[in-house]
């Protein structure tokens, strides 16, 4: 019998990545949540309001014109319902969004059908993928999920 683990051994050295979100994506998948205790990122609440799902093109050129025009400091945060790691960086972002509710932080789905034409607008190749804006300049991104890195830059430009 061959244990959970031996499929690993055939992930290259480069692969660390891959090998720990295949881990994490199954360890902390939310769908296997009690139904009481689960949270979707998808649903922002009153506490919540500086969150926003964009779920078309008109929402979303609204929304980059509102962030490229200064008058509202945002973040995209692009994502995919089958990306592991997304679905890690996903508590982080709403825990973000509370903390900063000055900040409007915007969901966008790559896989949406209506945003795939749009997403070349901001040059996006991979996910989680996070823009930020402020002053209507795009000040950082991060590719990828980088906690402390994701809390530094919202702590330097939006405190």
Same mark, same amino acid.
């Not at 949540?33 to 506490?47: I, K, Q």
């Not at 825990?95 to 901001?122: F, Q, R």
């Given at each position: 019998?061959?244990?959970?683990?031996?499929?690993?051994?055939?992930?290259?050295?480069?692969?660390?990545?891959?090998?720990?979100?295949?881990?994490?994506?199954?360890?902390?998948?939310?769908?296997?949540?009690?139904?009481?205790?689960?949270?979707?990122?998808?649903?922002?609440?009153?506490?919540?309001?500086?969150?926003?799902?964009?779920?078309?093109?008109?929402?979303?050129?609204?929304?980059?014109?509102?962030?490229?025009?200064?008058?509202?400091?945002?973040?995209?945060?692009?994502?995919?319902?089958?990306?592991?790691?997304?679905?890690?960086?996903?508590?982080?972002?709403?825990?973000?969004?509370? !903390?900063?509710?000055?900040?409007?932080?915007?969901? %966008?789905?790559? #896989?949406?059908?209506? @945003?795939?034409?749009?997403?070349? *607008? =901001?040059?996006?190749?991979?996910?989680?993928?996070?823009?930020?804006? !402020?002053?209507?300049?795009?000040?950082?991104?991060? %590719?990828?999920? #980088?906690?402390?890195? @994701?809390?530094?830059?919202?702590? *330097? =430009?939006?405190?």
């Amino acid at each position: 019998m061959k244990s959970q683990w031996s499929n690993f051994h055939q992930i290259g050295r480069n692969s660390f990545l891959a090998a720990s979100t295949i881990y994490f994506s199954t360890e902390f998948n939310f769908l296997n949540t009690p139904l009481p205790d689960r949270r979707s990122f998808c649903f922002a609440g009153r506490d919540q309001s500086s969150f926003v799902v964009l779920k078309s093109e008109a929402e979303f050129n609204s929304a980059l014109s509102k962030a490229r025009d200064g008058s509202l400091p945002s973040v995209f945060y692009f994502t995919a319902a089958w990306c592991g790691p997304c679905r890690l960086l996903s508590p982080v972002i709403l825990e973000l969004s509370k !903390k900063y509710p000055d900040v409007t932080t915007y969901k %966008v789905d790559i #896989d949406e059908g209506a @945003l795939t034409s749009t997403i070349g *607008k =901001l040059n996006v190749s991979a996910v989680p993928t996070l823009q930020f804006f !402020k002053g209507g300049v795009k000040k950082a991104e991060i %590719v990828g999920v #980088d906690v402390m890195k @994701l809390r530094n830059v919202m702590e *330097k =430009l939006y405190k």
